[in-house]
């Protein structure tokens, strides 16, 4: 079992949308859990980070419930910039490996006229 | 620009030849990390330093595999006998850490563009 887990996608949706985007974790010692995106050809960026209580950046919504070990990204009305790939992604357990990020494996968004 | 730098963007080599890879972290920061990407997946760990010392490798990094930060600063990583399935992006990204090492928490890791191998 992979350690974090996305539905790869693709979605496909009109410019709008609304659209959300859900992550597994498998170690439950976790301690940090991020959302990046990351476009073609491009390196990752960091687009916003996840706590339990919930947290909102302008159109982005993020939740994480760290009992069922998930995670969770909503865009409302959905631009065409949006488009990208969106990685769930999980900071180390602690001691040397406090760090090191895991990725899934990135979901992809095309966001339509 | 004082982002994260890496050289070369792209290296294409045939398989059985070493190639060498260099990341400039952002200077201040202490912290420098490798990822590997494939076509479709998501960047995986392979190492990273504090500092000059290396704090953990990911058992990615055969034994075909060396990374080194000697002064602290730039960072190579080095792939011996190139195979075929290194074909990969091979990401660099780097942080700062305050505290005790190796356990102090550490800012939001900024990636280089990344260096692009292609191994025919």
């Known amino acids: 079992r992979k350690e974090v887990e996305q539905d790869p996608g693709p979605f496909n949706v009109p410019e709008g949308a609304t659209v959300a985007f859900n992550c597994t974790y498998s170690n439950s010692a976790s301690q940090s859990f991020f959302w990046y995106r990351q476009d073609c050809r491009k390196e990752p960026k960091l687009l916003m980070s996840?706590?339990?209580s919930g947290n909102e950046d302008g159109r982005f919504t993020a939740q994480l419930n760290r009992a069922s070990q998930y995670i969770s990204l909503l865009i409302r009305d959905s631009k065409l910039s949006d488009s990208a790939t969106y990685l769930c992604?999980?900071?180390?357990?602690?001691?040397?490996?406090?760090?090191?990020?895991?990725f899934g494996q990135g979901t992809i968004l095309t966001v339509h006229p | 620009d004082t982002g994260v730098s890496q050289d070369p963007r792209h290296k294409i080599t045939k398989r059985g030849q070493n190639v060498t890879f260099r990341c400039d972290p952002i200077?201040?920061?202490?912290?420098l990390y490798w990822y590997r990407q494939t076509l479709g997946q998501g960047p995986e760990f392979l190492t990273y330093f504090q500092n000059e010392a290396q704090l953990e490798k990911s058992r990615l990094l055969s034994d075909r595999f060396s990374a080194e930060r000697p002064k602290g600063s730039f960072s190579t990583l080095e792939i011996q006998r190139t195979e075929q399935g290194d074909s990969a992006m091979y990401l660099c990204a780097s942080s700062l850490v305050r505290g005790y090492s190796g356990q102090g928490r550490d800012t939001e890791q900024y990636f280089g563009p990344g260096t692009r191998l292609t191994v025919t």
């Open positions: 200077s201040e920061h202490n912290r």
């Open positions: 992604v999980v900071k180390g357990a602690g001691g040397t490996s406090y760090g090191k990020l895991t």
């Open positions: 996840v706590y339990s």
